[in-house]
């Protein structure tokens, strides 16, 4: 029997971040993270984020986030992709606050019932979870405006917005990190990233260096990163389909990169997140 939501959730997880770096990426569905403690930093469209205990961070989808978890404190999250099929819905979740202080643990309660159910896979766990969920996400609108009110707002956000710096580097960096999300399947080289940005490669190498601390190919290769963990985590393409479908030139490079970044295989690290996700298509 199928019901029909407005929301669908394709991954609810449990996650602990510890000492791990995920890059600025994007894709086609809602991307929201509970954080239940730990320490790091969030970044969201043009944001940087400090992290804190309580805190939801609303990523819609298009828009660039990513995360750095350092420190002796991991980050413990409750993560949950979605997709909206009601378009009014849709329109009212798109307008949320990138970041919501919660003021009691109440949500994080609710989520960690939903992770049991679907844990649990009982008949109509997948209903269940997608009714559950509409109802939260209900009341997080419905409360919006108290909730706004208590964001707490951190003056190293003002100093830490790295692309914002300089506005025409901000432009080009803008039209680079779109060329690299629709072509990074493709090949693509230093002189067609800086033809996107109507700059000369010397010039797109010092202002990546200078938002990133890394060069546009460095960026690239870690996005098609990202990609790959996404379809490791909920696509049943072996481990060299992936690397293909995300643009590196081999299996070979496609390993030795991923270990490098992650310190363990890309099979590993299927095996590991997969363990830890209760839903995923």
Known sequence: MQIMLPVNVMW?????YDNMILDKHTH???????VKGGDGRMYVSDKEYTICENEV??????????????GDNPLNVIEVKFTVSDVDFDKVLASMQNRIKCRSSNLYLKLEELVIEA?????????????????????????????SSTIVYNFEEKVANKINTNEGNSFVIKQVLQYINSKYAETITLKELAKAGAVSMTHLNKIFKEAFNISP????????????????????FNISQISELVGFSSIHYFSRYFKKRENISPSEYRSNVKNNIYIYL
């Open 57 to 70: 961070y609303f990523c819609p989808p298009g828009t660039y986030h990513g995360l750095t978890a350092q």
């Open 12 to 16: 609810i997880s449990k996650i602990k």
């Open 119 to 147: 844990l649990g896979k009982s008949m109509f766990y997948r209903q269940i979870v997608n009714s559950g969920f509409t109802r939260l996400l209900l009341e997080l609108i419905r409360n919006k405006e108290q909730l």
């Open 28 to 34: 086609d569905f809602y991307h929201m993270f509970y």
């Open 217 to 236: 190919m460095q960026y690239t290769n870690n996005f098609r990163l990202e990609k790959a963990k996404e379809l490791m985590m909920y696509s049943d």
